[in-house]
Nanobody
Framework: QVQLVESGGGLVQAGGSLRLSCAAS????????IGWFRQAPGREYEFVAA????????YYADSVTGRFTFSRDNAKSTAYLQMNNLKPEDTAVYYC????????????????????WGQGTQVTVSS
């Protein structure tokens, strides 16, 4: 079982940038496919981005494509979500999630696909 801890959230003006981190409690994150989800007040969880175990495959929601970049450093057991050109509609609590995949190239985009979740980090974008 892996424990995930997100960090890097905060308050930023529209057009600004933040980098979120998702760190694993042990040096095992390289085993897992990882995803980012977000939840704004009063709304459902929304898929943001996913990355394969190898890091070679990424997938993004249409709403963040071209602005967000998902990467991972397996040696540091940490994944990163670089968020550029932030918009007020990006305001939400961001969660990372992990799952053991059957191969190194698979990624997952549905909340129910993931087995492990972090506690979330708040991102607020002011207009």
């Amino acid at each position: 079982q892996v424990q995930l801890v997100e960090s890097g959230g905060g308050l930023v003006q529209a057009g600004g940038s933040l980098r979120l981190s998702c760190a694993a409690s042990e040096r095992s994150l390289w085993n897992y496919a990882i995803g980012w989800f977000r939840q704004a007040p009063g709304r459902e969880y929304e898929f943001v981005a996913a990355i394969s175990r190898s890091g070679g495959v990424t997938y993004y929601a249409d709403s963040v494509t071209g602005r967000f970049t998902f990467s991972r450093d397996n040696a540091k057991s940490t994944a990163y979500l670089q968020m550029n050109n932030l918009k007020p509609e990006d305001t939400a609590v961001y969660y990372c999630a992990a799952r053991l995949p059957p191969s190194i190239s698979i990624y997952y985009t549905t909340r129910n696909d993931y087995d492990y979740w972090g506690q979330g980090t708040q991102v607020t974008v002011s207009s």
